[in-house]
């Protein structure tokens, strides 16, 4: 069968091993042409594909829910579930998700872009069946370096306890997650695949067989016996954490054998109450450069496919911001043996693998855990230690109950450096890290910043440095700066909670926040050809908000224009609002950002234009809002009259 054909999951039914192999090898190719083209998580899919069909050979997808964790592994059930026509489309604007996405298949059973959700949704959807007395399957498909979350430890727990409620965990086991994993799952997990069974698993004991004398290609039923009773053995001894949490353990077994995973499924399928089948891949299968970079290659943008190499971008820019922040950090460490790094299993995109190279005594990473993470941070700055925190904007969401009673309450001097702020592009709504500003500045005792360029970044992370009155946060954005000459040393902090002009003009005061500076700059050049003049601000700070600079500046030009890379409700032109109001200066304000909706997959740029964020569209937006405003200020004045 053409994979091409394939548009509903269960035309696997009843394929041979032979035809599923085909359709393997096919998707494979599709995966890597696709990811090739257009960027995209690579290694994870390619690393799951006989899994793939395997489980959706024994399922019946009319009914029976399979849950994937993350939702980057998912490629191949994108290719099966009626998407192959429009793979080519993958992360682009108006194209196929990244990740799972309810409201594009009714086989996504559940979207998520975070880690360790797929154990607790799939359970939910168990009890809602046997509360509703219906009868279909549920599984999830979660990865090793997912099961290091709490969260999926938390659900293993409950589930555990809910022995007539059927429910198949699938542990995708590839020693990875983006990068190596860590903790001491992680050294569990490693243990198994050391043992002698797991080895004879995946170097395949048929072919050691035949090299036996006498034996050749016709293995004796005492040796086939000899391997089952390995696989029992390593069953009931490794699997023992599992088993004693209420799980039926069945591993581990080869993920590339469908053979092997087809009668394991069937098996699992067969058993009452929560199952968990261990199944070791390697990340990347199928593409050779991939198995021996599995951490470059977990995603990749456009590359060549015969070389690996990634194709250079046609237009030359700076260092990216992630670059910038962790060469800066490693020469400050250095000089200050206080300084730990910490990463949620995101070493390489935080760019804190520089640090634990250079510096690995003063580097933590805690897994996919950052609740974890944060109070660790706590717990180092109630010790004199100076904590910084990298984490995505996005991710930093699920320790928000942690930054509140762990930092905030307690005014510890932790510093958190929240890359990804604002608009992130292709990995869509769930990696936009559009609300840190509106969630954090509501918290006493904090700090927010924000750089408008890479030399700035550099000056806010000695500011964080030596800042310790409290927590203090940065954000700054996914990409490149703008190839300014950096400080090479002697970084000196920022006052807290001082802005800068920019540029002066009598007729608007545009203040900018981070990223949105130079936009503002952009535009208040084109709006000075139409006869408009505007005076620029760097706020750098959200909380505490320089109004001693602004709010005199706006009492002489009653026009504010708020721009900022993040949500409006509650966010930086919020702050501005709030502070005029106090001061009693009432002005028409047009808050630029993002509106109250989801931003989906696309080129930043493409993303931009569709928010209204360009600089031309900024400059219409000005002319728009206060044409209109003046116009119904004087209605409102001659009403008076």
Known sequence: MDLSQIIHPNQLHGLSINELQQIAYQIREKHLQTVATNGGHLGPGLGVVELTLALYQTLDLNCDKVVWDVGHQAYPHKLITGRYNNFHTLRQKDGIAGYLKRSESIFDHFGAGHASTSISAALGMALARDFKGEKFKVVAVIGDGALTGGMALEAINHAGHLPNTNLLVVLNDNEMSISPNIGAISRYLNKLRLTLPMQLVKENLKEQVKQIPLVGDSPSSELKSLKNGMKFLTMTKVGSVFE???????????????????????????????????????????????????????????????????????????????????????????????????????????????????????????????????????????????????????????AYDQIVHDICIQKLPVFFCMDRAGIVGADGPTHQGMYDIAYLRCLPNIVLMAPKDEVELQQMLATGIQYTDGPIAMRYPRGNGYGLPLIEEGWQPLPIGKSEILRHGDDVVMVGYGSMVYSAMQAAEILSEHGIEATVVNARFVKPLDTDLIVPLVKQIPRVVSLEEGCVMGGFGSAIVEALLEHGVVVPVLQIGVPDRLVEHASPNESKAQLGLTSLQIVDRIQSFFTFSLHEMLTQLNSDD
């Open 244 to 398: 004693e949490l209420g799980f039926t353990y069945i591993g581990p077994i080869d993920g590339h054998n469908l053979e092997e995973l087809i009668a394991t499924f069937e098996q699992a399928h067969q058993i009452s109450g929560p199952v968990l089948v261990h199944v070791a891949t390697i990340k990347g299968k199928g593409y050779k450069i991939a198995e021996k970079d599995q951490v470059a290659y977990h995603a990749q943008s456009p590359f060549d496919l015969v070389s690996g190499k990634v194709k250079p971008s046609s237009q030359p820019k700076g260092l990216a911001y992630s670059t910038v922040f962790a060469d800066t950090l490693v020469k400050i460490a250095e000089k200050n043996s206080n300084i730990i790094g910490i990463t949620a299993a995101m070493a390489t995109g935080t760019g804190l693998d520089k640090l634990q190279a250079k510096l690995p005594h003063q580097y933590i990473d805690v897994g996919i855990a950052e609740q974890h993470a944060v109070t660790l941070a706590a717990g180092l700055a109630c010790e004199g230690m100076r904590p910084v925190v990298a984490i995505y904007s996005s991710f930093l969401q699920r």
